[in-house]
């Protein structure tokens, strides 16, 4: 078997834009006040009466080409357990040229440390032997999958396969582990 390449689905059919992820994900996390690692999505299309709404929950894509990675001149930014993108905080020196490269929009300088922050797919919940994520662990729809790409049991293997997914920005080139089940 391969290795560990973590990776999250979104079902955008169920999710319901009630936030308990975002609020979830502050608390895990210790976000600033007034920032978020992630956030609900809405979009509306068609024209009325034949209007459809796609409801996501997004967060940093763990892209495996990741620009963010690349661009960064301290080594702050870098992959980390199953190819997640995380930041080493005493290494970043809030430069923000990972923000300017990331076309996800999923970065911010926390103001309180002068640091980049981002979403980590709760790297350390997994070390620690939780399988989940805050945002999937509180998700009161069951929209959220998360685990390895690369272990076709897993939840997130089992449900690309059923589903039909898309995930953002593909033209990127990034190669993003976030989908979103149509």
């Given at each position: 078997m391969s290795a560990v390449s973590y990776g999250m689905v979104v079902d955008t059919r169920t999710c319901v834009a009630c936030a308990a992820c975002v609020i979830a994900c502050k608390t895990e996390n210790d976000v600033a006040e007034g920032f978020s690692r992630d956030w609900i999505f809405t979009a509306t299309s068609g024209s009325f009466p034949n209007l459809a709404m796609e409801i996501r929950s997004e967060r940093c894509n763990h892209c495996e080409d990741a620009?963010?990675?690349?661009?960064?001149?301290?080594?702050?930014?870098?992959?980390?357990?199953?190819?997640?993108v995380q930041v080493t905080e005493s290494k970043c020196t809030g430069c923000k040229a990972c923000i300017a490269a990331c076309p996800y929009d999923a970065r911010f300088i926390d103001p309180r440390t002068g640091a980049i922050d981002k979403c980590t797919f709760c790297v350390h919940r997994v070390e620690n032997g939780t399988p989940t994520t805050a945002c999937q662990e509180v998700c009161p729809t069951k929209s959220i999958y998360f685990g390895d790409l690369n272990d076709p049991?897993?939840?997130?293997s089992r449900v690309l396969r059923v589903r039909e997914a898309y995930a953002l920005l593909p033209d990127a080139g990034t190669r993003p582990k976030h989908f979103f089940l149509k």
């Open positions: 620009p963010c990675v690349s661009v960064c001149p301290t080594g702050a930014s870098h992959y980390g357990p199953g190819g997640t049991e897993s939840e997130v």
